[in-house]
Nanobody, 122 residues
Framework: VQLQASGGGLVQPGGSLRLTCATSGFTLDYYAIGWFRQAPGKEREGVSCISSKDGSIYYADSVKGRFTISKDNANVYLQMNSLKPEDTAVYYC??????????????????WGQGTEVTVSS
């Protein structure tokens, strides 16, 4: 099982980025994929998750209405609009078979990709 996050970068407040989690070595149909972020000095936060088992989706309150998670056969995307400085963090994607519905509980995820850095600054 491998996951690779990409798409981070420097963007001005109000701008957009699309993160991609490229997966390999497993079938997405049986997994939930989550996007997490960790800012310097802060705890890791579950941002958005999608379950292929029941189609459920989770968004943290801080990103509702601004971020959209989606997937195709091998990739999971996080479209981030109206970015704010507080969205600055390293973003990670992770996968789990342990759950039926989308969950932001990081302890349930077994496989993690390397992070991609997002910086929102003018």
């Amino acid at each position: 099982v491998q996951l690779q996050a990409s798409g981070g970068g420097l963007v001005q407040p109000g701008g957009s980025l699309r993160l991609t989690c490229a997966t390999s070595g497993f079938t997405l149909d049986y997994y939930a994929i989550g996007w997490f972020r960790q800012a310097p000095g802060k705890e890791r936060e579950g941002v958005s998750c999608i379950s292929s088992k029941d189609g459920s989706i989770y968004y943290a309150d801080s990103v509702k209405g601004r971020f959209t998670i989606s997937k195709d056969n091998a990739n999971v995307y996080l479209q981030m609009n109206s970015l704010k400085p507080e969205d600055t963090a390293v973003y990670y994607c992770a996968a789990t078979q342990k759950v039926w519905s989308a969950t932001s509980d990081a302890t349930m995820y077994d496989y993690w990709g390397q992070g991609t850095e997002v910086t929102v600054s003018s």
